[in-house]
Nanobody
Framework: QVQLVESGGGLVRPGESLRLSCSAS????????FVWFRQAPGKEREAVLC???????????DSDDSVKGRFSILRYDAKNTVYLQMNMMKPEDTAVYYC?????????????????WGQGTQVTVSS
């Protein structure tokens, strides 16, 4: 049973940084592809970026222009943990952030392609 637990959410001011963690258990995380999603109030869940088992990263269309250059994803397989580093944060980054594991090796932006989800962590960017 794959289990994911996110942590690190909170309230930050515009321009500040935040690092989210996703701790995995029940499997060897180095075999899997991880995707960070976010869901803002009243909006659909959207993929933010993905890291595959080889360390390759993919940013997704809806968020590409707004997060590339500010967000990055790191994986630390020895700790079965994946991180989402968010810099120069903006109010539009406010959302619940979810960590997910894909069903296959390939990155995907579709929630239906994920095999497991974390419970989500709230991130609020406000002055």
């Amino acid at each position: 049973q794959v289990q994911l637990v996110e942590s690190g959410g909170g309230l930050v001011r515009p321009g500040e940084s935040l690092r989210l963690s996703c701790s995995a258990s029940g499997f060897g995380s180095d075999y899997y592809t991880f995707v960070w999603f976010r869901q803002a109030p009243g909006k659909e869940r959207e993929a933010v970026l993905c890291i595959n088992k080889s360390g390759g990263m993919t940013w997704y269309a809806d968020s590409d222009d707004s997060v590339k250059g500010r967000f990055s994803i790191l994986r630390y397989d020895a700790k079965n943990t994946v991180y989402l580093q968010m810099n120069m944060m903006k109010p539009e980054d406010t959302a619940v952030y979810y960590c997910a594991v894909a069903k296959s090796y390939y990155c995907s932006e579709h929630p239906s392609d994920m095999r497991s989800w974390g419970q989500g962590t709230q991130v609020t960017v406000s002055s």
